[in-house]
């Protein structure tokens, strides 16, 4: 037991004295993860809500694939993003490898499937309701789009904190395209690896319970901001 | 109201790109990429150095604590400015594949053999071959890097001379678990294993259970560190002239001074050698 008290203590001293090198840490994990999701939301649940109210050829596949993605491994994406930035991969000249814009990168790419597949799985019922109503007036579907997204915006909120949770807790792909450098590129999820393999395991774990609490209050603050702004849960 | 659901990520958007930008401009000013090893990070080592680099030659030295191999690849690959590891024969291959301009000695420490107190293969005090040999006979459990590291390399070339094809005879007593060097004592601690480690990450390794220094100070654990920039002529972005101020000073009397001024509880971790032409 004793390691999981010394931890709490770590933790609270840490936050009691505004640790700077934690500060930094914190303000990158938050950047770098709310950028990822937001980016990975703005492309994602457009196309989510598409797969509900357009017919094609292929919107099966699409489905299928977005879904399939859900369990995209992080160490892949990482590893792919790493090939791809890398000065002897196409994008290289870009410099952009180990840096924050790199980590946000692929951890956009380890979001939008989530929001693409649970938009989609969200909006089907909405559609269900909703949607000859939408359409009956003669109005085309790409008109009927913002209507619905409006209706399901409890939906698009969840799908958007699922990313975001995705985000702040991944460590596989950022310490790859990061590099995991000190003051530059390290978040809490790469130091909390890094103080485990130093074997300062209560700093490490006064890091996670930091992590988690960090990530209790921006789901949390969420919530209370969307409340505000539609008066309803 | 109708679209609030893009208001509140906007907003986040709007902060966390400020952020961002903020990073970013920080990377403008001068600033290297060093590919290097674990024990280097782990043991504290750049922790000490670097805060002086940048005071003395006001350059950010970004890290990469990587494993020899996988930093020389890095540096292959044109991703970082230098490298600094410890496997001479890796070293002189990188050199002579082009990716090297030259290699500077800098440093050195030795390789502890580490295992549980209660020894239970009995190699305590033994020469480092004949404890090797004595594990492998006796099949006790022994944590291997795995991960082609400096360390990783030192082992292999170990039980080479000890006269035993570990890649071969290795049993279920012989774990490589591909990580780093705090990963792999964390591990031997864990599980009461016999583990090669270098004595900087060592002395300020953290979770050390019943771990204890049980073969040192054999000529044969020597571990030299060197230093490289990576060549301009492969990769032309590198940046040569922040990269070789950074090596120059690392080689002269006032850096190597103050690698030997590193310390944990009064014990020096690094020994520098820039001065050994051998080295």
């Not at chain 1, 990061?178 to 003051?183: E, F, L, S, T, V």
């Amino acid at each position: 037991m004793s390691d999981f008290t010394d931890a709490l203590r770590t933790a609270a001293l840490l936050i009691i004295n505004l640790d700077p090198e934690l500060r930094g840490i914190v303000l990158l994990s938050l950047a770098v993860s709310l950028t990822a999701s937001v980016c990975a939301f703005l492309v994602g649940s457009p196309l989510g809500t598409a797969l509900v109210v357009y017919r094609f050829r292929g919107r099966g596949a699409l489905i299928v694939i977005a879904n399939a993605l859900l369990g995209l491994p992080p160490v892949v994406v990482g590893l792919v993003v790493y090939l791809l930035l890398s000065r002897s991969g196409p994008l290289g000249s870009l410099g952009i490898l180990f840096t924050p814009t790199a980590m946000v990168i692929a951890q956009a790419l380890l979001g939008a499937p989530i929001v693409v597949a649970l938009v989609h799985r969200m909006m089907t019922d909405v559609w269900a309701t909703y949607g000859d109503a939408l359409l009956v007036d003669g109005a085309s579907r790409l008109r009927a789009m913002p209507p619905i997204m409006s209706i399901g915006r409890d939906g698009l909120f969840t799908a958007f904190l699922a990313a975001f949770g995705r985000a702040i807790a991944e460590v596989g792909a950022i310490i790859i395209v990061g590099g995991n450098i000190r003051d530059y590129t390290r978040t809490m999820t790469t130091a909390i690896a890094l103080e485990t393999s130093k074997g300062d395991l209560s700093l490490a774990l006064a890091l996670g319970i930091i992590l988690i609490v960090l990530s209790m209050i921006v789901s949390g603050a969420s919530l209370v901001v969307a409340r505000s702004l539609t008066g309803r849960w | 109201m109708r679209h609030w659901s893009m208001k509140a990520p906007a907003i986040a958007v709007l902060i966390s790109a400020a952020t961002l930008f903020c990073a970013q401009a920080q990377a403008q000013e001068k600033s290297i990429v060093v590919a290097s090893t674990t024990s280097t990070q782990d043991s504290g080592l750049f922790g000490y150095l670097l805060p002086i680099v940048k005071q003395k030659l006001g350059i950010t030295v970004k890290v990469l604590a990587q494993g020899t191999g996988q930093a020389l690849d890095t540096a292959r690959r044109g991703d970082a400015d230098v490298v600094f590891v410890h496997a001479k024969s890796a070293e002189e291959k990188f050199l002579a594949e082009g990716f090297g301009v030259k290699r500077y000695p800098v440093m050195y420490n030795d390789f502890v053999l580490i295992g549980p107190k209660n020894d239970p293969a009995g190699i305590k005090g033994k020469d480092v071959l004949t404890a090797l040999q004595t594990i492998k006979a006796k099949a006790a459990p022994f944590v291997s890097r795995g991960d082609r590291s400096g360390t990783h390399i030192a082992e292999l070339a170990l039980w080479q001379k000890a006269g035993i094809d570990v890649a071969h005879d290795k049993g279920s007593w012989y774990k490589e678990i591909g990580q780093g060097m705090g990963a792999a004592l964390n591990m031997a601690a864990a599980s009461g294993s016999y583990v090669l480690a270098d004595r900087g990450t060592w002395l300020a390794f953290k979770n050390r259970a019943d771990l204890t220094i049980l073969v040192e100070g054999d000529k044969r654990l020597f571990n030299q560190y060197g230093v490289m920039l990576v060549s301009p002529a492969k990769h032309p972005h590198v940046k040569k002239d922040l990269g070789q101020a950074f090596i120059d000073w690392l080689v002269s009397p006032e850096g190597q001074h103050a690698i030997a001024g590193y310390k944990i509880n009064g014990q020096q971790l690094f020994y520098p050698d820039a001065d050994d032409p051998n080295a």
